[in-house]
């Protein structure tokens, strides 16, 4: 199935109730990340365009509209991500801080499910530097 049509007649996008609720997703995981400073080194002084990029997205990958590719053109993760060395520590701070985050916002069940395999997935594929275990 495709994780971003659960049940096929509505995206993730509309089941959560559009935009907001990535932008909140969001800041909850800087939240973290600035809390758990594993990772924090990685990225800007001021996270706004962080939080946007990201949330920006996620919301285009999960059923809404396309701002993310309209400013950014392909998203292209894996060579955005070339220039920070990203080992499997790396990977599992992030995705901490991803369930961090979602167990703030509650999402339902499938949808949780469905978002974790992705971000798994994901993040597994942002690793770029195997000496870093
Ligand atoms: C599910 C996995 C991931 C997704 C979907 C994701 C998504 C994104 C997106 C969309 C951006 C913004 C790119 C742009 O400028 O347009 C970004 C930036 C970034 N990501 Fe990830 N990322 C993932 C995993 C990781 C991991 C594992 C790390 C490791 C620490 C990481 C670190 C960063 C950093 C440092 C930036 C740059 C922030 C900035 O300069 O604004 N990401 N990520």
Same mark, same amino acid.
């Given at each position: 199935?495709?994780?971003?049509?659960?049940?096929?007649?509505?995206?993730?996008?509309?089941?959560?109730?559009?935009?907001?609720?990535?932008?909140?997703?969001? $800041? %909850? %995981?800087?939240? $973290?990340?600035?809390?758990?400073?594993?990772?924090?080194?990685?990225?800007?002084? $001021?996270?706004?365009?962080?939080?946007?990029?990201?949330?920006? %997205?996620?919301?285009?990958?999960?059923?809404?509209?396309?701002?993310?590719?309209?400013?950014?053109?392909?998203?292209?993760?894996?060579?955005?991500?070339?220039?920070?060395?990203?080992?499997?520590?790396?990977? $599992?701070?992030?995705?901490?801080?991803?369930?961090?985050?979602?167990?703030?916002?509650?999402?339902?069940?499938?949808?949780?499910?469905?978002?974790?395999?992705? %971000?798994?997935?994901?993040?597994?594929?942002?690793?770029?530097?195997?000496?870093?275990?």
């Amino acid at each position: 199935m495709n994780v971003r049509w659960v049940g096929a007649e509505k995206t993730v996008y509309e089941l959560v109730g559009g935009s907001n609720w990535f932008y909140e997703l969001m $800041d %909850f %995981f800087y939240e $973290d990340v600035e809390m758990q400073n594993q990772i924090r080194h990685l990225y800007p002084e $001021d996270l706004s365009e962080s939080k946007r990029n990201t949330a920006d %997205f996620l919301i285009q990958y999960w059923g809404g509209p396309s701002e993310y590719s309209d400013k950014r053109g392909h998203p292209r993760l894996r060579m955005r991500h070339a220039p920070f060395p990203i080992g499997g520590t790396e990977r $599992d701070a992030w995705l901490a801080s991803m369930d961090y985050a979602l167990a703030k916002m509650e999402p339902e069940t499938r949808i949780l499910e469905a978002m974790k395999e992705y %971000f798994k997935t994901a993040a597994n594929h942002m690793v770029n530097n195997e000496k870093r275990q």
